[in-house]
């Protein structure tokens, strides 16, 4: 039986022999070997993911004998998983879907049934005519589809979907054939992820290196979470919580601020994404510090250090106060803070 992979915890899941008169010994005459398998799943909560009842029969050329019902008895801890129900008809119960994997034929369900309450499912299954069933590898009979109980956990957490004991087969003339073995089911179920990030690129005009903008995240201005941009001008913010909307502001001396509200985080590894914007040049005059406005202030300022390498009035950073830093100035002209990101 091939090993089975679990998302944060490899567990070795061991071969049951189930407490009815169940062996697991050779096949003989009229005896296949059988065996129950419950598929493993990872379950995030918020979501769901399904798992599988599997049937395999192993007979011997000599003699075999037709399996023609499957009867499956489960338990589960329901302070962990749900299920949900196949059909939403709540007239009928919580079911589950039926699979004809093993079964070609018309298929008669004697039971399908889950207890959420109780963390019991019930399914029972006969084929009435179609290919007689001799042998079979994990062929599925039916698929669970969990969702979390409760709070998603700060911890991962492991729990088992487990074969009881009344499960059983049928041969076409209602005589048992034993369920020698079972394969409990494993469900991972992640930590919950509670926190989320914001990304995207920031160009300061009239320059190469994008690097050194301070980007800051928060809420009502009060802005906890920073960044600084890296040559290309990309920057990431992460810590974020998720299931709210924050606000982005980007800045850097002699620039005017851009900023984007309502930006919203969700949980998992896709960060939020800002387009990128341009900071727009030629704030520079100190009032005590730049006011979001390019105007006779900054201009003049400007042009009382053209020539020098008065670092507040370097507009691009390029070490000297010269005509480009005017320029820029001088086309932003009247322009207001903070700009605005875009959508």
Do not use: E, H, Y
């Given at each position: 039986m091939k090993g089975k992979k679990v998302v944060f915890t490899l567990m070795a899941v061991a071969l049951l022999v189930l407490p009815t008169a169940m062996t697991a010994s050779a096949a003989g005459p009229g005896d296949p070997d059988t065996t129950i398998t419950i598929t493993d799943a990872t379950l995030e909560c918020g979501s769901t993911a399904t798992s599988q009842i599997r049937v395999t029969i192993a007979n011997q050329a000599t003699d075999p004998k037709e399996v023609r019902g499957v009867e499956v008895h489960l338990g589960f801890d329901p302070a962990?998983?749900?299920?949900?129900?196949?059909?939403?008809?709540?007239?009928?119960?919580?079911?589950l879907t039926v699979e004809s994997g093993l079964?070609?034929?018309?298929?008669?369900?004697?039971?399908?049934?889950?207890?959420?309450?109780?963390?019991?499912?019930?399914?029972?299954?006969?084929?009435?005519?179609?290919?007689?069933v001799l042998n079979a590898t994990e062929k599925a009979i039916a698929t669970i589809t969990w969702e979390c109980a409760g709070e998603c956990p700060e911890e991962p957490v492991t729990t088992e979907v487990t074969v009881t004991g009344n499960t059983l087969m049928s041969d076409p003339d209602g005589y048992p054939v034993v369920a020698d073995c079972a394969v409990n089911g494993t469900i991972a179920i992640p930590a919950c992820v509670t926190t989320g990030c914001i990304e995207g690129y920031v160009s300061p005009q009239g320059r190469y290196d994008f690097s050194g903008v301070h980007v800051m995240a928060g809420a009502y201005e009060a802005f906890a979470f920073e960044a600084y941009t890296d040559a290309s001008g990309y920057f990431k913010l992460e810590g974020l919580g998720v299931g709210s909307t924050w606000e982005v502001m980007a800045e850097m001396s002699g620039y005017l601020d851009a900023a984007a509200s309502g930006v919203e985080v969700v949980a998992g590894e896709q960060c939020a994404f800002l387009n990128t914007t341009t900071l727009w040049g030629g704030d520079v005059a100190p009032q005590p510090e730049p006011d979001n406005l390019i105007d006779i202030l900054d201009v003049s300022y400007l042009g009382a250090n053209f020539g020098t390498t008065e670092a507040t009035a370097d507009v691009n950073g390029d070490g000297v106060v010269n005509i480009l830093d005017l320029t820029v100035a001088a086309a932003n002209f009247g322009m207001t803070g903070p700009t605005l990101w875009p959508a």
């Open positions: 962990k998983l749900q299920v949900v129900d196949a059909d939403g008809d709540s007239g009928n119960g919580v079911q079964f070609d034929g018309d298929l008669r369900i004697g039971q399908n049934l889950v207890d959420n309450a109780a963390g019991t499912i019930v399914f029972a299954m006969a084929q009435s005519d179609g290919t007689p």
